[in-house]
């Protein structure tokens, strides 16, 4: 038995208790939304205990650089300040790190980007603790920046790792070296660097234990692969470091490295207090990992009538600073590189290095939306050479059920490319632009444009995702259902740690539940490492995992219960079901009330019925590292958008007017949920084609704000016509499919192509400025 | 972020706060609306160790005709402006700007002498006050001075206004029935300006009589477009003329390169919204 603190800290989690109705494939009102409208929501930076102290986190000015000392003497002396730690103090391996242990804690002899984590600060007041990080006195010797992901790749190049500056070259070759085409498209195109521009700071609270542990209180997509690495620093047990998930204020990728884990829990266990870290916005841009910018080259050849012979693409991530996710992101750049279009010949090199620059990892979308833009880019301009439109071109050449991939695997649930895009051209346009009401024009409310030069474009997007870890990676989620009698009901209560951060899982586990179960009531455990792993709340995939897992647990539940039913009723456990907290037959026939079942002192102990299962999607594997051939993956979304923007050519200001989509989810679960994603999915795309972007200047960010990163407001986004298609992919729970990342993979390119339209110039590289569009 | 700790005077009259900010020096920050001056202070870029509050000082809010001229108090706030008859008639381009400030948030509880005062090259309310020829009324241990708008904004977050004085009131002479424009270029809706352009004409007939054209983060200070004025006056009112006369826009500036854009680009900006404004507000 694991101890828990005796008390929780405020603003932890309780459980999530519902009884509203809402079965799978029915609208089912969110736990945390009224809480989040009204403020009422507790967040990781509202977590509180009274006795606590605060922590704050020495960053490292330079990109790259030797430490040649550090003196923590005058920050230590600071009245107030308890205590101050650096990479001496790490008890454990000072090597965390989500694919490869490459990241110090606190850097011990280099500092490899621009607000690197160099000592760790302890006061009893914020202002304290910041005012004394300022004390610490570290000497730095600055060694040369390699801030170009070209030239990192460079062999004559400062190597920046032992093995060198590649994190990750995969090779996908299928069909003939060399083929020859009819028709041959190309182009070049860059994608920057874009940030999750989560509203939640990176926050947490770390309370020393009796037992000598910890108690980590985090805002985090992935608690079990945080505690791995959190116990391997402090060189603990997984018994004696337990997290639980806080509140979550967005993640979309940027919370599935750690941040303060580490650093709240040494200074709790140094100081022997609660310590509670909150980073501010600037930090935050330099706390987290961040989308991969990406530099693209790209050919494809095809027949005069636009059927793509072969596709080649030379794709380059700049990871940064340390390995994060990038590998996995190079095996997606890879593998799904070429979007869902059908290439007898293949030929991608796609490579992530190392360099000097803030750290990339994880993003929704994770390397499918850096490729989207320029294959779709490409499948426009080939549209344009053999004289279809670009509607035409994506329905001749998209994949289709049973067709083979790039990588050799069969495509064995639906695959309805031609079916979206058709969708699409059925959808109403938006009317005309009347320019009468200023909001609908490019530059909305500050009224910068009053229809003068005012061009409209159209421009279409086809892409597709992986949902869930691919290339063999073991990819489990673990649940603990329970059925008894509370209050003289019979309730289920399911347990999981897989991280809600606001994508509806909660819904999605008491609505599994109630189908499962028949029952009103469930109660949702707080998300904690006292069950097994639910795995990332990453890649689309914890509908999919996760609800996999519960569904898997209520079925032994239920076979539990029925089994005990039978024995009283006389019918067989085969001719019976749960319903409406009822034992019915099949027939229809009510043959007990589940509580009094439940209750029968005989038949089940006080806590009432409870299994845990570890749950696995079917397998996928690794690709051959020389062809890149293999069955990757384990299911593909699809998703297509149709953007509809009027651009002032003059201002080169952008308004979308219409920004409109078909995805295929298989099912629903919840459908309101289903709607809510992928609107933000869109609006997040949209964001990177048109304004966000971490502008990198010799590896210092030049606009860690939100002043100064842009991102759309909802007067910047358009109305959206969604279209949900429902074709089970009968290899999954319910036949669901993720959701939650291909709109942030289409809308972007979508976007993109419809300026192109609109202003008739090339624009290869995203987020598209204003004086890209201008000229000058 | 939390500011740094701070003490908090809400005086009742000029003098008393006149005396607090003598004693404060350095150290004290007038507070006249806080718009501006409390993101600062979060961001901890400014830490003041005394606030003064001027709102509950009666007479520093209001807009009066005062003549030839209409009288605003410093404490007015941004809506009041955007909203009133008497400056709609009389200077429509300071109404015409400051509805483009922020939000309607910040636009009620921001006012004109802050935002004046805190002479933000990318604030929205120094380029009309400049152009419509505001006299900046000024309160200090010696008494009361007056200030010309060309003498006012002196340098980058830096005003005529001395550290121990107080902006009371700002005159603006009447530019009755001189049509107004405010183009203000942004990327995202409730942004700062990125570049902006101030433009109120009084036409007569089918040619411009007298045109103001003002230029908003073209450099440190706003600026007046001196040579489109001069090429304004006796334009005909048709687009390629008024195209030809603002094609000089930018001449002479010498705006910012950041994240928003380079300087090439805001004098782009500069010469296509300088156009849009003179035409629109000549009725084009």
């Known amino acids: ?776 | 972020m939390i500011p740094s700790a701070f003490d908090y005077h809400a005086p009742t009259s000029l003098d008393e706060a006149l005396t607090l900010l003598a004693q404060g020096g350095d150290d004290a920050k007038i507070l006249a609306g806080g718009q501006s001056l409390i993101p600062v202070m979060r961001l901890r870029l400014a830490g003041p160790e005394l606030l003064i509050d001027l709102g509950r000082i009666d007479g520093l809010r209001g807009i009066e005709d005062d003549g030839d001229a209409v009288r605003i108090g410093a404490m007015t706030p941004h809506h009041d402006i955007a909203s009133s008859a008497l400056l709609g008639e009389h200077a429509a381009l300071l109404c015409a700007a400051a509805r483009t400030v922020a939000d309607p948030q910040v636009r009620h509880r921001g006012t004109f002498g802050g935002a004046l005062v805190h002479a933000d090259p990318a604030g929205d309310m120094p380029a009309p006050a400049l152009v419509l020829g505001a006299e900046f009324v000024i309160a200090g241990a010696g008494g009361i001075r007056t200030v010309s708008a060309t003498d006012f904004f002196e340098g980058l977050f830096t005003t005529a206004v001395g550290e121990d004085e107080i902006l009371t009131h700002v005159r603006i002479p009447k530019h009755t029935g001189w049509g107004a424009r405010y183009e203000k270029f942004t990327r995202v809706a409730q942004q700062w300006s990125i570049v902006a352009v101030a433009a109120t004409v009084r036409a007569e007939g089918s040619a411009i009589a007298e045109a103001r054209v003002g230029l908003t983060n073209m450099g440190s200070v706003p600026i007046r477009a001196e040579s489109v004025e001069a090429a304004l006056a006796g334009c005909a009112l048709e687009e390629a003329a008024i195209a030809r006369a603002c094609a000089s826009a930018a001449e002479g500036t010498d705006p910012p390169t950041d994240t928003n854009g380079d300087a090439d680009y805001r004098r782009h900006l500069a010469t296509v919204l300088a156009t849009r404004a003179v035409l629109s507000a000549a009725g084009g």
């Not at chain 1, 302890?122 to 030239?151: F, G, M, N, S, W």
């Not at chain 1, 880019?377 to 004289?387: C, I, P, Q």
Request: proline residues 6%.
């Open chain 1, 1 to 776: 038995m694991t101890s828990i603190p005796l008390t929780s800290p405020q603003g932890a989690p309780s459980d999530t208790s519902s009884a509203a109705d809402g079965r799978i494939g029915e609208n089912a009102l969110r736990p945390d939304g009224t809480l989040k409208v009204t403020g009422e929501f507790a967040y990781a930076s509202d977590l509180w205990m009274d006795e606590m102290v605060w922590g704050t986190t020495v960053r490292s000015p330079h990109p790259h650089a030797r430490i040649v000392s550090i003196d923590i003497g005058p920050a230590l002396a600071t009245p107030g300040v308890y205590a101050v730690l650096t990479a001496e103090d790490v008890p454990g391996a000072n090597a965390v790190g989500l694919e490869h242990e490459d990241q110090p804690v606190l850097a011990e002899t280099v500092v490899r980007y621009k607000g690197e984590p160099v000592a760790i600060v302890a006061a009893d007041h914020p202002e304290i603790a910041r005012q004394a990080a300022k004390k610490v006195v570290v000497e730095y010797d600055v060694l040369e920046a390699v801030t170009d992901a070209r030239a990192a790749l460079d062999p004559a190049s400062v190597q920046l790792r032992p093995s060198g500056n590649v994190v990750r070259h995969l090779k996908v070759r299928k069909g003939e070296e060399l083929p020859t085409a009819a028709v041959v498209v190309s182009l070049d195109f860059e994608v920057g660097m874009q940030d999750q521009a989560f509203l939640g700071p990176e926050s947490g609270l770390a309370v020393p234990a009796e037992d000598g542990g910890v108690d980590l209180y985090v805002a985090t997509q992935w608690l079990h692969v945080d505690q791995r690495q959190v116990c391997s620093a402090l060189g603990l047990p997984p018994e004696k470091v337990r997290l639980s998930l806080s509140g979550v204020g967005g993640a979309f990728g940027g919370r599935e490295d750690l941040s303060m884990h580490v650093h709240a829990c040494l200074l709790a266990m140094h100081t022997n207090k609660p310590v509670k870290m909150v980073y501010n916005r600037e930090e935050s841009f330099y706390g987290h990992v961040h989308r991969h910018p990406a530099t693209m080259s790209y050919e494809f050849g095809a027949e005069p009538d636009g059927m793509l012979v072969y596709g080649r693409a030379e794709i380059l991530f700049d990871g940064g600073a340390y390995a994060s996710s990038t590998g996995a992101v190079v095996g997606n750049g890879g593998t799904l590189g070429l979007g869902p279009y059908r290439f007898p010949n293949v030929h991608i090199d796609c490579y992530g290095v190392y360099t000097n620059n803030p750290p990339c990892g994880a993003m929704r979308g994770f390397g499918c939306v850096q490729a989207a833009f320029a294959h779709e880019a490409l499948m426009d301009a080939l549209a344009e050479r053999v004289g279809v439109s670009p509607a035409a071109i994506r329905k001749l050449n998209g994949v289709r059920e049973g067709d083979v991939n790039i990588t050799g695997q069969v495509i064995d649930s639906a695959a309805p490319c031609e079916e979206l895009v058709q969708i699409l051209l059925d959808m109403p346009l938006p009317a005309e632009r009347s320019g009468a009401d200023l909001l609908s024009l490019p530059g909305g409310v500050a009224n910068s444009t009053h229809g003068e030069g005012v061009v409209r474009g159209v421009g279409y997007a086809l892409t597709y995702k992986n949902v869930g870890f691919s290339e063999g990676f073991d990819d489990y989620s673990t649940a603990r259902v329970r059925l008894q009698v509370i209050g003289g009901e019979a309730v289920a209560s399911v347990h999981t740690a897989a991280a809600e951060v606001g994508q509806g899982l909660i819904t999605v586990e008491q609505q599994i539940c109630r189908t499962e179960l028949g029952v009103g009531r469930v109660v949702v455990h707080p998300k904690n490492t006292q069950v097994g792993s639910g795995g990332s709340t990453s890649a689309s995939r914890q509908t999919y995992v996760t609800g996999g897992a519960v569904k898997a647990a209520c079925e032994a539940v239920r076979a539990r219960v029925l089994a005990a039913a039978a024995q009283v009723c006389g019918h067989t456990a085969d001719d019976l079901a749960l319903d409406g907290g009822k034992v019915v037959a099949r027939s229809g026939e009510v043959v007990l009330d589940l509580a009094e079942l439940l209750g029968d002192a005989e038949l089940f102990a006080d806590e009432g019925v409870e299994e845990t299962v570890e749950w696995r999607h079917r397998p996928t594997e690794a690709v051959d590292p020389e062809t890149g051939q293999g069955n990757a993956h384990v299911q593909y979304a699809f998703s297509a958008h149709r953007a509809v923007v009027d651009v002032d050519v003059d201002l080169g200001l952008v308004k979308v007017v219409a920004l409109d989509t078909a995805q295929d989810v298989g099912k629903a679960i919840n459908p309101d949920a289903v709607l809510g994603q992928i609107q933000g999915g869109s609006t997040q795309g949209m964001g990177l084609a048109l304004m966000e972007e971490i502008v990198v200047k010799d590896g210092h960010i030049m606009n860690p704000s939100f002043t100064d990163y842009l991102i759309p407001t909802i007067l910047d986004t358009p109305p959206m016509l969604i279209k949900i298609l429902e074709y089970a992919d009968p290899h999954a729970p319910y036949g669901v499919r993720g959701v939650g990342e291909p709109p942030t993979i289409s809308s972007g390119p979508a976007v993109a192509a419809a300026i192109r339209q609109a202003t008739g110039k090339a624009l290869r590289r995203v987020p598209i400025r204003p004086e890209h569009i201008t000229g000058t």
